[in-house]
């Protein structure tokens, strides 16, 4: 790993400091990189949303209906299955 110094105002150190104690983190940098997973998933969706809207824009392909939802969470679950060894699709 790499090693990452920050400069902080005291306000958000005592900030940082209460989040670590009432979340459950066990030090400041497992605090931080959550904060970064949660940028990081966030940026992703904000992405797979824009894709998503520009494919709707696009005016090819099939209709969103609910029955379309339902089979593209049955494909994703069934993907999902076979990266996560030992999990089931459905």
Request: proline share 2%.
């Amino acid at each position: 790993m790499v090693t990452v110094t920050i400069s902080l105002p005291e306000s958000l150190k005592t900030f940082m400091e209460d989040q670590i104690a009432t979340r459950g983190f066990g030090n400041v940098s497992e605090y931080v990189r959550s904060l970064l997973r949660e940028a990081q998933a966030k940026e992703n969706d904000d992405r797979l949303q824009e894709l998503l809207l520009e494919g709707l824009s696009s005016g090819k392909g099939q209709a969103v209906t609910e029955e379309f939802w339902n089979e593209l969470k049955l494909e994703a679950a069934e993907l999902l299955a076979k990266r996560t060894p030992g999990k089931k699709a459905g």
